[in-house]
Each structure stands twice: as C-alpha cells, then as structure tokens.
C-alpha cells in the first residue's frame, strides 16, 4: 500500500501488533491480509475475503477499492458500488 518497502514493512509491524494479529506471522503476505481485515473487518470483506492476496501479488485496483472503502465507512455512506468501482 506505501511506496517504500521499509515503509511498508513497519507500518505493517505496527499494525499486525497493534490489531493484536500476532498469531499472523507465517508470511508477509499473511500480515498484510490480517492488517487489512483489522483495519476494516467490513472493507476487507467486500474487497479480500473470496480472493485474498497471495505472495508477490500486486493488485493497484483492488487496494484503490479497499481505501475507496475506508474512506466511504469514514463519511458515513453506503458501500454500494465500491467493488468494480477502479476496474476499466
């Protein structure tokens, strides 16, 4: 989700211990799927549940969908047309 990858790594540490996900420690990618359903157990849901990210896995439209999301929940609206919203 940053765009440096030391960047990443310790805002991903901070989060995996501040969710208390440590039991998620099998893979980076293991944190950033329990970091994401932490942060939003409902955007994480919608965007990641039925296809979470596997290891090396980039996926720019679905991280754009998953922060459209958050900021959707954190105005208060409707999650109705998130999903599909970045695709082209």
Do not use: W
């Not at 959707?72 to 109705?80: M, N, P």
């Amino acid at each position: 989700m940053l765009k440096s990858g030391r960047t990443s790594f310790n805002a991903m540490l901070i989060l995996t211990v501040g969710c208390g996900v440590g039991q998620c420690k099998s893979s980076m990618i293991a944190r950033e799927n329990c970091a994401l359903r932490c942060l939003s157990p409902a955007c994480y849901e919608l965007i990641y549940e039925s296809d979470p990210l596997e290891e090396g896995e980039k996926d720019f439209i679905r991280s754009q969908e998953y922060k459209y999301c958050m900021h959707k929940l954190s105005v208060g609206e409707s999650l109705e047309g998130v999903k599909g919203a970045f695709s082209h």
